[in-house]
C-alpha cells in the first residue's frame, strides 16, 4: 500500500534536501565513458589538487570538467560562503543523457548507424 498522500510523500522528499554545494552540466556532447575516466581521478581529491588534475590532462573532457568544478568552486564561495582551501570533491559522476542517432552511408546502399552521446555531469563539493 502507499505510505501517504503525493503531497506528504513530495514534502518528505523535499525535507533531506542536500545543501552542499554542486554544479551540473546537462546535455554534454560526450559519453559517459570518456568523461568517467577523468572524473575518477578527480575524486575524494581537494579542490586544488583537482584543478591540476584536470588543467594537464590531454583529453576532451577534463577542459568541460575543469569549466563545471570552477563553477562548483565559485557557488560555495558565493552562495554558501565557503573557504576554497577547505573544499573536497564529496562526488563526481556522469549520468546516461539523449543519443542523437545519425546515418553514415557504405558501400553497396547500405548505411551504418553512428550514435552521438551525451552526458549529465554533476560535481558536488564538501567542506573538509
Partial sequence: MAKGHRSQIKRERNEVKDT?????LSFARMSVQKACFVLDAIRGKDVETALAIVTYNP???????EKLLKSAIANAENNNGMKA????????YANKGPTM????P???????RIEKRMSHITIVLDER
Fill in 106 to 112: 557504405r558501400a553497396q546502399g547500405r548505411a551504418y
Fill in 20 to 24: 552542499r554545494p554542486s554544479a551540473k
Fill in 85 to 92: 582551501e577547505n573544499l573536497v570533491v564529496a562526488e563526481c
Fill in 101 to 104: 542517432k545519425r546515418i553514415k
Fill in 59 to 65: 583529453r576532451y573532457a577534463s577542459s568541460v570538467i
